[in-house]
């Protein structure tokens, strides 16, 4: 178990969480290019990660977990941190915190109450996070970088953010209830 946890992608992961709190920290000191930096950092390690998990074999339980923690915690810090700095509109926050503990509190019941162990996330899941990487790329640029198209681009992103985060969760008590429904037992 020490082994599994110990390897590279894992290794990558943890890197990745560490930088979150210095993500934030130059957020709110406003020091823009080393957050754009950090933020830019993490993204190649999740990268790198993924990739070396699929290259090396060493896909673990620990890292399929570790994996979306470092990532959630990463972009939801930042929306909290960059609304906080009146940069980002409260309501892309609390939608991406809505559904995100909405998820979580389902997904902890369902465990606790049923055998349901299937917790993947949807397509939409999936597009709604790559929104947010680049929404929130977006944002730490136009603070680096004052162009137009950066500005256009970045309230484009949030509200793509804002309706995936809607899709995603609606799909994903769509998916919730048939893999529920598909362990119930069948009428003969």
Not at 90 to 116: E, G, K, M, N, Q
Request: net charge positive; proline share 4%.
């Amino acid at each position: 178990m020490i082994s599994r946890f110990w390897t590279a992608p894992n290794q990558l992961t943890l890197m990745r969480l560490i930088f979150v709190p210095f993500v934030i920290m130059n957020v709110l000191d406003y020091n823009f290019h080393w957050a754009l930096g950090l933020f830019i950092a993490a993204g190649l390690s999740d990268g790198l990660d993924g990739m070396l998990a699929r290259l090396l074999h060493q896909r673990s339980t620990i890292g399929e977990y570790l994996d979306p923690i470092a990532d959630k915690l990463l972009l939801s810090s930042l929306f909290l941190v960059l609304s906080f700095r009146q940069i980002i509109p409260w309501r892309f926050t609390v939608i991406v915190f809505s559904r995100d503990i909405c998820i979580l509190v389902i997904c902890a019941l369902l465990y606790a109450t049923t055998p349901l162990r299937d917790f993947r996330p949807s397509i939409f899941g999936k597009l709604n996070t790559v929104a947010q990487v680049a929404a929130l790329f977006s944002v730490l640029l136009n603070e680096v970088m004052d162009r137009n198209w950066i500005y256009v681009g970045k309230d484009y992103l949030l509200w793509a953010v804002f309706g995936l985060t809607c899709i995603s969760a609606l799909h994903y008590l769509f998916l919730v209830g048939q893999r529920l429904h598909q362990l119930s037992p069948q009428p003969k």
